[in-house]
Each structure stands twice: as C-alpha cells, then as structure tokens.
C-alpha cells in the first residue's frame, strides 16, 4: 500500500510561499542548532506541536534536508515482504548468515516536500531492481542523505549509484555504480558532500576502498584516490580553518585528512572498530570522535589547523603530543552518535542509553555517563533553547538541560510505529523528525 501523499495538515497558521530567508539544512548534519530567537517546540507527541506530517513509504534512514522552501528526501520501496528492522545492539551481528540477499524488486525513490505543508510536489524512481548485496537488520538501501548546492539535488544509494536531479526532479545526470561486499553484510550509509562545485564521495567497503570526486554540474569524474580501509560507515566532512579547507575523514585504520584536489595532508590512528561518528569543528578546531559497545578503543581527539603527517599520540598513552593535537581522550567515543557542542561544553550520547560532558578546551570530563530514562539511541542530538535532545529508537526524545550538571528536563513521545534512526533537523523555528512511518514537522502552536 502506498501512503506518499497522505499529508495531514494540523495548522493553518502555516506559511504558503517559502520566504527568502527560510532556514536551510543542505546536507547531513548540517542543522542541529536554531541560532535565532525562535527555536522549535520544546515539547511534542505524535499530535501536540505538529505542523503537518506526511506517510512515507518502504525504509529509508536518510535524514532529510532542507532548500528554498522544499524538503527533500530518498527511500526504498520493495514490491515483496518487508523485513522489518531490528532495534537496539546485538552480537548477533557478526552472523553474516542473517543478512540475506533479497530477491524481490525494489524501487530506490527520490522525493520532494513542500516545506509549508508537507505535500508532495514531486517523486522520481532512481532505480528499479533487485538489491545486489544484503544488508544490516537495523540499516535500509536508503540511508545516505541526499545533498544539495542549492541548484541540484544529489542522490546516493550505495551499491547502487549517484542520481542527479535540479530541484524541479528533472533528471541531469547519473552514474551506475559496481556493488561492493561490505563486512559481514551490513550493507552502507555514508552520504557524499559537496563544495564549490564539486561532489566527494566516500566508498569505504571488503574489496576497493576510495574516494572519488565528480563534477557537480556534469557528472564527470575528475579524480579518485584509493584508501586502505574497509566497511566503515562515517561521512566526511569540509573542514574550512584559518589556513586551508580539507576533506576529513574517519576510518577503521585512521582518520585522515586531503586537501581538494585528494592529496593526503596529515593522518591518526587509533579509532575503533567501526568509525561512525561524523568529525565536526567548532571555533577552529576540528573533533575527532568513535567508538565501539565491545571493543575498548573509545577515542575523541581536538585537532589544530595545519598538521601534516601522523600526527597520532604514542601508543603507550605515554609522551608528548603533537603540537597540532589540542587534546587527546581515549575513554570517551560514542558508537553510533555525533557529538554535539553547545558552549563550551561537547556532550556525548551512548547507544546504550548514556549521556556525559566535556570540556571543549581540555578534553576533561565534567560529568560522567548518566543513565538516561531510555535507551537504544542512533541518531545524533541536537539542541536549542538551553537543552539538549536525543531520540532513541522508539521515537522518544529525552531533553537534557544544558550546564554543568545533568538534569533531564522532559520526555517526548511519538506513535508506536515511530522507530527512528535519521538524525532529526532543525529549520529555524520548525523540527523535521523523520520515522520508518512518516515525517513530522513540529512547531510551536
């Protein structure tokens, strides 16, 4: 059954014609805070505080992303049974045995909303096929975020292709890509970025790791650089600092850095075995954050502008650091969670349903992991208004006082078929929140 479409519109206080200055999220992670002085509703449900909300169909867990009044989003639609995704961690996961290939069709879809009203302005079918490689019990064929550079919108499914579309969904370019064996079957999620005119994209898997650059407005492939990683599941991230702009990137080896034209610039080992987490930075240093639930290593690091070469601290945890190394904490990593800075404070989420604090200058603790009311979280906090906000799995966010002491403020809950993974975004005074089910936008009322 097919819900796109459906859109229940509970305001009528809503904007028709989106305004010059309506707020924009162009790419994953890139809206987490309101710096005006409207914020979003603190509290919300599955009917207080929704502007609109409209039925989404198949699984996707690309966040969605936000231009000229539209919302943009992609999924996959399987013409068979749904294998409905599975919550919270499990050992199990090494079980390669549980992730079969599909064998029914399936449609990797592209959609535009109406950031107003949530209506569907247009649809457009990237693909249609059988899936080449399995996946995670918890993951989709759909979650990188799309990206735009406020012209065209950038599609990526792995193992699939790149799809480009101008914000009208008139098809301009594509390229079919060759499926990769990723490790133990968990498939991929790492979205591409852009940057002056240009698209990078990351394709960390088993058989042939790199990084490749395309030409925004044609498609062509302008270089690539082959990396000695494997499966890992991290986006990258522009890194422009007072002295150059950089691709960073975290891997299972090290996390590294290129400059623009894919030429290495500097380097650190140590992460974990999965490398999740997207590096960020804030007032010119540049974070470094993973983790994993098993294995020990934890690591968060504050790096300075200007390093080259490895720059990684002594293995012994012993000696001196490289002058470019801020800071150094090897305890610390979330698995799955970005981080989020608000002051001067860095406050980690914990999939398993803990939250801490950091000081932003040293790397100190100032609090440690607090249990939260829940657990089984995915997607990364965002904030506004004084709190900090985490949605775990079932679709309950937990706001969180921002300060030095830990101190839950609230909780809000969706519907029961409300399991989310996409990392939520703020526009403005308005929250997208998006669900297996559906996407929500919340706002005062």
């Known amino acids: 059954m097919r819900y796109i479409g459906l859109v229940v519109v509970l305001s009528t206080q809503i904007a028709g014609a989106a ?3 309506t707020p924009e999220a162009p790419r994953y992670l890139s809206a987490r ?8 509703p603190e509290r919300w449900s599955a009917v207080e505080n929704v502007l609109w909300k409209t039925e989404l169909p198949g699984l996707g867990w690309s966040s969605p992303i936000a231009t000229g009044g539209r919302v943009y989003l992609t999924t996959c639609v399987s013409s068979g049974d749904v294998r409905e995704p599975r919550k919270g961690l ?4 090494l079980n390669a045995n549980l992730y079969p290939k599909e064998t029914a069709q ?5 959609y535009c909303l109406d950031q107003a009203t949530g209506s569907v302005l247009w649809e457009r079918v990237a693909h249609a096929g059988v899936p080449p490689k399995p996946h995670h019990l918890k993951n989709s064929l759909a979650s990188e975020t799309p990206v735009t550079d406020g012209q065209r919108l950038f599609a990526y499914f792995g193992n699939i292709g790149l799809y480009c579309y101008d914000l009208d969904g008139k098809p301009l370019w594509q390229i079919e890509m060759p499926a990769h064996e990723t490790q133990q079957g968990w498939g991929t999620s790492i979205s591409p970025i852009v940057h002056e005119g240009r698209l990078y994209l990351v394709n ?8 490749v650059c395309y030409d925004c407005a044609s498609g062509k492939e302008l270089w690539r650089v082959a990396r000695d990683e494997k499966t890992n ?10 002295l150059r702009t950089e691709l960073v990137m975290s891997g299972i080896n090290w996390a590294r850095s290129y400059d623009l034209s894919g030429k290495p610039l500097w380097q650190i080992k140590g992460l974990s075995i999965l490398a999740i987490p ?3 930075a804030h007032d010119g240093i540049l974070y470094l954050t993973s983790g994993h639930v098993v294995w020990g290593k934890n690591p968060m690091y ?20 490289s002058e470019h190394l801020e800071w150094h904490n090897p305890k610390g990593g979330p698995y799955h969670p970005t981080p989020i800075i608000v002051g001067d404070q860095m406050y980690v989420l914990y999939d398993r349903g803990f939250f801490a604090s950091y000081d932003i200058k040293s790397g100190r603790e100032i609090y440690s992991r607090k249990r939260l009311p829940v657990a089984d979280f995915t997607s990364s906090p965002w904030s506004y208004g004084g709190k900090i906000f985490c949605v775990n799995e079932d679709g309950v966010t937990v706001a969180i006082e921002a300060g030095s002491e830990f101190k839950v403020s609230h909780e809000n809950r969706l519907a029961e078929d409300d399991m989310c993974m996409a990392s939520p975004v703020v526009l403005g005074d308005k929250l997208l929140i998006r669900t297996a089910a559906r996407l929500y936008c919340m706002g005062n009322k």
């Open 233 to 242: 599941y991290s986006t990258p991230y522009i890194w422009k600092n007072k």
């Open 90 to 93: 499990y050992l199990e996961d």
């Open 302 to 321: 504050a790096i300075r502008p200007g390093a080259n070469g490895d720059i990684s601290p002594p293995a012994d945890g012993e000696g001196k650091l």
């Open 278 to 280: 997207t590096p960020f």
């Open 106 to 110: 399936h449609e990797w879809k592209v």
């Open 204 to 211: 960390d898997n088993e058989e042939e790791s790199n990084l």
């Open 33 to 40: 805070h309101s710096e005006g002085e409207q914020t979003p």
């Open 19 to 21: 305004a010059p200055s």
